[in-house]
């Protein structure tokens, strides 16, 4: 099983005025996740007070957790560069540090991609018929992520874990008319589509190659 690693960046927060507030968020926001540790190999940890780390042995539950991640410290926005490959450390099942190797350094290298193009997320290890799609199809996703609200990202983590629009409309409070704008006027049954297509390719990937 091949891992992968996802490291996550908060957008020019060193320049908010509401920076330990949101560093704060993130935190509640990893704490939340890592009450459910499947499909973690290592939990989700902050490694500075606006970064992340947090490496999985299968992909299921990876965009899902993104955008919960990015809805929680909105309006600022997430930076997430995932990298499937070898980890060359044992691993840490208690927290994703001092651990070392390809998928670290293609992740990290990705943070750096990111801050130069302005996209908020990047993929990396897959084989070369499946990189360009990958990357093409996030570079879609990044831009129309860069346009939408709080409720729209939670929409999408709801609708990745199939929640009903109902159940959705009753925990954010606003009407079943208001969720279903939201999901045409963003698209979300086809990014749905891309990302679902993404995490089986992500789960192929780390089924079929050895560590």
Same mark, same amino acid.
């Given at each position: 099983?091949?891992?992968?690693?996802?490291?996550?960046?908060?957008?020019?927060?060193?320049?908010? +005025?509401?920076?330990?507030?949101?560093?704060?968020? *993130?935190?509640? &926001?990893?704490?939340? @996740?890592?009450?459910?540790?499947? =499909? /973690?190999?290592?939990?989700?940890?902050?490694?500075?007070?606006?970064?992340?780390?947090?490496?999985?042995?299968?992909?299921?539950?990876?965009?899902?957790?993104?955008?919960?991640?990015?809805?929680?410290?909105?309006?600022?926005?997430?930076?997430?560069?995932?990298?499937?490959?070898?980890?060359?450390?044992?691993?840490?099942?208690?927290?994703?540090?001092?651990?070392?190797?390809?998928?670290?350094?293609?992740?990290?290298?990705?943070?750096?991609?990111?801050?130069? +193009?302005?996209?908020?997320?990047?993929?990396?290890? *897959?084989?070369? &018929?499946?990189?360009? @799609?990958?990357?093409?199809?996030? =570079? /879609?996703?990044?831009?129309?992520?860069?346009?939408?609200?709080?409720?729209?990202?939670?929409?999408?983590?709801?609708?990745?874990?199939?929640?009903?629009?109902?159940?959705?409309?009753?925990?954010?409070?606003?009407?079943?008319?208001?969720?279903?704008?939201?999901?045409?006027?963003?698209?979300?049954?086809?990014?749905?589509?891309?990302?679902?297509?993404?995490?089986?390719?992500?789960?192929?990937?780390?089924?079929?190659?050895?560590?």
């Amino acid at each position: 099983m091949t891992p992968l690693v996802l490291i996550g960046d908060l957008v020019a927060s060193r320049r908010s +005025s509401l920076r330990q507030q949101l560093q704060e968020q *993130l935190k509640q &926001a990893l704490d939340d @996740l890592n009450q459910d540790r499947t =499909g /973690l190999t290592s939990p989700y940890t902050i490694t500075l007070g606006d970064e992340f780390q947090v490496v999985y042995e299968q992909a299921d539950r990876v965009f899902a957790d993104c955008l919960a991640i990015a809805a929680a410290v909105y309006p600022v926005r997430m930076r997430f560069s995932l990298s499937l490959g070898e980890i060359s450390t044992e691993l840490n099942p208690d927290q994703a540090l001092g651990m070392d190797g390809p998928a670290f350094y293609q992740a990290r290298d990705g943070i750096d991609q990111l801050k130069r +193009s302005g996209e908020l997320f990047r993929l990396a290890g *897959l084989n070369d &018929a499946e990189q360009p @799609l990958a990357t093409g199809g996030l =570079g /879609l996703f990044s831009h129309q992520l860069n346009k939408w609200n709080a409720n729209r990202l939670h929409i999408l983590n709801r609708l990745l874990q199939d929640w009903r629009v109902e159940r959705i409309a009753e925990e954010l409070n606003i009407s079943e008319q208001a969720v279903y704008k939201n999901i045409n006027s963003g698209g979300l049954h086809a990014v749905i589509r891309l990302l679902t297509a993404l995490t089986q390719t992500l789960n192929e990937s780390m089924r079929g190659r050895a560590c």
